[in-house]
């Protein structure tokens, strides 16, 4: 099992930056496919993006490509979402999660087992 805790969220002004992380503890994080994703208020969880075991692959939501940029650091057990030229559409909870699954990477909910609390991320017009 491992345990995921993100922060690093808060509130920007439209074309502002933000970055979160998200710390896995317990068993070996590289085994891990990493996503974010979040969760507007009345809108179900959506997918903004992943990256690979080894950190050489990503993949992103089409809202959010060219203004996030996922990473992440094996050694320190860390994976990053950087957002840059941020727009009040990206308001929502952002919940970082872990992957066990067969897939290089994914875009799927489904295919993550593990999940953070969340983290508010507010952006105002």
């Known amino acids: 099992q491992v345990q995921l805790v993100e922060s690093g969220g808060g509130l920007v002004q439209a074309g502002g930056s933000l970055s979160l992380s998200c710390a896995a503890s317990?068993?070996?994080?590289?085994?891990?496919?990493m996503g974010w994703f979040r969760q507007a208020p009345g809108k179900e969880r959506a997918f903004v993006a992943a990256v690979s075991r080894s950190g050489y692959t990503t993949y992103y939501a089409d809202s959010v490509k060219g203004r996030f940029a996922i990473s992440r650091d094996n050694a320190k057990n860390t994976v990053y979402l950087q957002m840059n030229s941020m727009k009040p559409e990206d308001t929502a909870v952002y919940y970082c999660?872990?992957?066990?699954?067969?897939?290089?990477?994914?875009?799927?909910?489904?295919?993550?087992?593990?999940w953070g609390q969340g983290t508010q991320v507010t952006v105002s017009a």
């Open positions: 999660a872990a992957g066990l699954g067969p897939s290089t990477i994914s875009y799927n909910a489904g295919q993550y087992n593990y």
């Open positions: 317990g068993r070996t994080f590289s085994n891990y496919v």
